[in-house]
């Protein structure tokens, strides 16, 4: 991927712009690498997204640009902005390997996949996942209604904890290790940390698939667990989409198990009439799943299973939106 029209080398060291140094790397995707530094104007650690060089890269980093232009920065003077992750300033760099957009974001903590792996599974107490959520919920009702954004990915690995490492031993610029472990190494060692953690603020992260209510990019959106029906089928989306992933993400949270497990298999397409030809079918509502599976108990069980299926409605518009969903009394059980 270190080659032309791909990731930049990036050294420890290294100022972007005359302005941002390298001091770790705090990740990478299939789009960029992203990259721990100071801001030796401002004195303040940033995470720098720097992107792929190639052309359909770079029509992704305008978009994904224009995107956190419009849910972050003054402009935007709702206070729900905070629940995304905020853009700070954009530059380009030439390197070897072409022309690169870079953005420079707020610096958040580990995403919560790493926070599972961390606490193991499922980890997070309910309590912890309710603020979770009901965050995530806030983030996607801003979005939805006010900057007219699908963000098209919501999954672990894009909601980031807004958490900084405590402990002098593993400073940030600790260049030997990842500043993501560092965070993990000081929540690990805080007995106190899973009940701190109870009152962790996330920040929905990654617009970089995102797009408009009415412009999109892309027929197929989503990661596979956290798709919805509407764009299993090939049909039309919108913000309902969203909705359906924070039912997965929710159920993930809550019970350490994916809600559901697509399998690779032959592409098939669908017949009039195949469903009702599954002859191995068995029916398992989710309230049983939760109380006979997951041991909930019953009054938990059958809020959050009466949570769930408003956001699992098989018909988009039927689907409870971002704003409803915030009212619901699962998040204040
Ligand atoms: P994807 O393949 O998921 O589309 P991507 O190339 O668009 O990836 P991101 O998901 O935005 O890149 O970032 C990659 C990783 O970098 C994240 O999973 C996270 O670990 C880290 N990261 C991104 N933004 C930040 C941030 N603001 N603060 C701290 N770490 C971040
Ligand atoms: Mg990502
Ligand atoms: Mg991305």
Known sequence: DYCYGGYHPVQVGDVFNKRYKVLSKLGWGYFSTVWLCI????????????????????????????????????????????????????????????????????????????????????????????????????????????????HTDIKPENILLCVTPQSSSHPPGDATQTY?????????????????????????????????????????????????????????????????SVACLAFELVTGDSLFEPKAGPNFSLEEGDLRRIAVLRPWGLYEVLVEKYHLLLREASVFSDFLLQMLDFLPERRATAAQCLKHPWLKL
């Open 39 to 150: 801001d030796l104007r401002s004195g303040r650690h940033v995470a720098v997204k720097v992107l792929k060089s190639g052309a359909g890269f770079t029509q992704a980093g305008q978009d994904e640009l224009t995107l956190l232009r419009c849910a972050s920065g003054p402009t935007a003077r709702n206070p729900l902005k905070d629940r995304i992750v905020q853009l700070l300033d954009e530059f380009k760099i030439a390197g070897v390997n072409g022309i690169h957009i870079c953005l420079v974001l707020e610096l958040l903590g580990p995403d919560l996949r790493c926070w599972q792996v961390c606490f193991g599974n499922p980890g997070l107490s309910l309590t912890c996942v309710k603020h979770v959520i009901t965050q995530v919920l806030e983030g996607l009702a801003y979005l939805h209604s006010h900057c007219k954004i699908i």
């Open 180 to 244: 993501s472990t560092a965070i993990k190494t000081t929540l690990l060692q805080d007995p106190e940390a899973p009940r701190n953690l109870d009152n962790i603020t996330v920040k929905i992260a990654d617009l970089g698939s995102s797009c408009w209510v009415y412009k999109h990019f892309c027929q197929e959106i989503q990661t596979r667990q956290y798709r919805s029906l509407e764009v299993l089928l090939g049909s039309e989306y919108g913000p309902p989409a969203d909705i359906w």
